[in-house]
């Protein structure tokens, strides 16, 4: 389970089950298990700051890369 924070002000803005290795590319929406902060609006998931974290592409959130830093353990 992976904890997403906002790169800028370090707000907590999700909690994610990230399965398998790698960077964080994409969000998928059913396996966001919980909204802290995280709003999303006009298909921008922002964070109370201003800072844009990711784009809405339907299915999954396409995270801009730099916005986030994630603490947690990765699902194999």
Same mark, same amino acid.
């Given at each position: ?5 906002? /790169? ?29 902060? /995280? ?30 830093? /994630? ?6």
């Amino acid at each position: 389970m992976l904890t997403l924070r906002c /790169a800028h002000c370090k707000r907590k803005l999700l909690r994610y089950d990230k399965v398998g290795r790698g960077r964080l590319l994409r969000c998928h929406k059913t396996r966001i298990t919980r909204v802290f902060h /995280a709003v999303l609006e006009d298909d921008r998931l922002t964070c109370p700051c201003g800072s844009i974290v990711g784009k809405d592409e339907g299915d999954w959130i396409a995270i801009v890369q730099g916005s986030v830093v /994630a603490t947690g353990t990765r699902s194999s």
